[in-house]
């Protein structure tokens, strides 16, 4: 099965298993909004307050990636939804939602490879004299090109593994979160003092509520990259189905279980809470807990874990951006070029044209020293974008 370019040139390859799909739907959920952010959530609208604002988001996402999964299945392209957009409801709509999240993932892409050296400068701090920040985050520009040069298998396997390694790391957090409820580990059991401890469970009222809304709003984005995967699945009418479905227990098992066993050991008002900045991997919740369970390399640990997190979002901003400037061009709102297709199934000139675009956006670090917070604002907006 394939999808024809329509320029004679070569094909898109179906080569994305279910595994792969699977994991890069649980994958796309975990990453810094859960590893880093979510201790900034509970400490804004208290664990009530971030579990109401969690859980709806989730049950949002939910209907979202339902309603995604049976149009894909039905319509398995590799466009997705800028396509059934095109189809089902006006071109114009389609042209606009495709460049939207081209250009979304594209300076994504960016934001994180800068994310990358900043995450190395823990094990490393007094690199930057020696050899320069840009150095680290280049590298992981180039490796995630190198990925996604050679074929779509190369991506799912990548993915793949990645993911495997996140969705481990946080099973393993809710066990020793769950065994220091219990007083198993790290002492006296705190058991659900938290939830009523000073202004608990709810902190701020419902402006607090509608905050945390909006940051587990970035911290879901990207669930909606297996739509873009339809396109080289497989067997989309089974895989697609079956990763969709696993969404809901996802964000359940990830996102608010993880979040009541923060809240459970962490009270609200703990100041290490307060820090969200992905440089500082100490202040992590997830750390925090696991040096209380006895975890001495607990900084280490989780900062290997969240460049793999951040190494992951970049392969998979590339992967998404390219396949959607190759379908924008398939319906015509592109130039042609960037529907073709080499042997391996692979847009090359997509590829080579995104990788143009987000080396500029990630150039720009050397002319605005706040440029990471502006792509990471950036794509949080074009992505809130697609979403509606």
């Given at each position: 099965m394939?999808?024809?370019t329509?320029n004679?040139q070569g094909q898109i390859?179906?080569?994305l298993?279910?595994?792969?799909?699977?994991?890069?739907?649980?994958g796309?959920t975990?990453?810094?909004?859960l590893?880093i952010t979510s201790?900034?959530?509970i400490?804004t609208?208290?664990?009530?307050g971030?579990?109401?604002a969690?859980?709806?988001?989730g049950i949002?996402?939910?209907?979202?990636?339902?309603?995604?999964g049976?149009m894909?299945?039905?319509m398995?392209?590799?466009?997705?939804?800028?396509a059934f957009?095109?189809?089902?409801?006006d071109p114009a709509?389609?042209?606009?939602?495709?460049?939207n999240?081209?250009?979304?993932?594209?300076?994504?892409l960016?934001?994180?490879v800068l994310a990358?050296?900043l995450i190395?400068?823990y094990?490393?701090?007094?690199?930057p004299a020696i050899?320069?920040?840009?150095?680290?985050?280049?590298?992981v520009l180039?490796?995630?090109f190198?990925?996604?040069y050679?074929?779509?298998?190369?991506y799912?396997?990548?993915?793949y593994w990645l993911?495997l390694?996140?969705?481990i790391?946080?099973?393993v957090?809710?066990?020793?979160?769950?065994?220091i409820?219990?007083g198993i580990m790290g002492?006296?059991p705190v058991g659900?003092?938290n939830?009523?401890?000073k202004k608990?469970?709810?902190?701020?009222?419902?402006?607090a509520i509608i905050?945390?809304?909006?940051?587990?709003g970035?911290?879901?984005q990207?669930?909606?990259?297996?739509?873009?995967?339809?396109?080289e699945?497989?067997?989309p009418?089974k895989?697609i189905s079956?990763?969709i479905?696993?969404t809901?227990?996802r964000i359940l098992?990830?996102y608010?279980?993880a979040i009541f066993?923060?809240?459970?050991?962490?009270?609200?008002?703990d100041?290490?809470l307060l820090?969200?900045d992905?440089?500082n991997?100490?202040?992590?919740?997830?750390?925090?807990?696991?040096k209380?369970a006895?975890?001495?390399?607990?900084?280490?640990i989780m900062n290997?874990?969240?460049l793999?997190?951040?190494?992951?979002?970049?392969?998979?901003?590339?992967?998404?951006?390219t396949?959607m400037?190759?379908?924008?061009?398939?319906?015509g709102y592109?130039?042609?070029?960037?529907?073709?297709v080499?042997?391996?199934?692979i847009?090359?000139?997509a590829l080579?044209?995104?990788m143009?675009?987000s080396s500029?956006a990630f150039?720009t670090q050397?002319v605005?020293?706040?440029?990471?917070?502006?792509l990471?604002?950036a794509s949080?907006?074009?992505g809130f974008?697609?979403?509606?």
């Amino acid at each position: 099965m394939t999808e024809d370019t329509g320029n004679g040139q070569g094909q898109i390859k179906r080569t994305l298993k279910t595994r792969h799909l699977a994991m890069i739907a649980l994958g796309g959920t975990i990453g810094t909004g859960l590893f880093i952010t979510s201790g900034s959530a509970i400490s804004t609208a208290g664990p009530g307050g971030a579990l109401v604002a969690y859980g709806i988001m989730g049950i949002m996402v939910y209907f979202l990636m339902t309603s995604l999964g049976e149009m894909s299945t039905y319509m398995p392209l590799t466009g997705s939804f800028s396509a059934f957009s095109s189809k089902f409801v006006d071109p114009a709509l389609g042209f606009a939602m495709g460049w939207n999240y081209w250009f979304n993932w594209a300076i994504t892409l960016a934001a994180e490879v800068l994310a990358g050296a900043l995450i190395m400068k823990y094990w490393f701090p007094d690199i930057p004299a020696i050899v320069p920040s840009w150095v680290f985050s280049t590298v992981v520009l180039v490796l995630v090109f190198l990925i996604n040069y050679l074929s779509v298998r190369s991506y799912g396997e990548t993915e793949y593994w990645l993911a495997l390694i996140k969705v481990i790391t946080v099973i393993v957090f809710l066990i020793v979160g769950v065994a220091i409820i219990l007083g198993i580990m790290g002492g006296q059991p705190v058991g659900f003092s938290n939830f009523h401890y000073k202004k608990a469970p709810f902190v701020g009222g419902i402006p607090a509520i509608i905050s945390v809304f909006l940051v587990a709003g970035f911290s879901f984005q990207g669930t909606e990259l297996v739509g873009i995967t339809a396109g080289e699945a497989a067997t989309p009418e089974k895989s697609i189905s079956k990763a969709i479905h696993s969404t809901f227990w996802r964000i359940l098992l990830f996102y608010i279980f993880a979040i009541f066993v923060i809240a459970c050991v962490l009270p609200y008002t703990d100041k290490n809470l307060l820090n969200s900045d992905v440089t500082n991997i100490t202040m992590s919740p997830f750390t925090i807990i696991f040096k209380r369970a006895g975890l001495a390399v607990a900084a280490s640990i989780m900062n290997a874990v969240i460049l793999t997190a951040v190494v992951s979002a970049a392969n998979s901003g590339l992967y998404a951006s390219t396949r959607m400037l190759y379908s924008q061009a398939r319906e015509g709102y592109a130039w042609r070029f960037f529907g073709y297709v080499n042997r391996r199934g692979i847009p090359i000139y997509a590829l080579i044209g995104t990788m143009v675009v987000s080396s500029l956006a990630f150039a720009t670090q050397f002319v605005v020293p706040q440029a990471y917070l502006y792509l990471t604002d950036a794509s949080g907006l074009c992505g809130f974008i697609a979403w509606l």
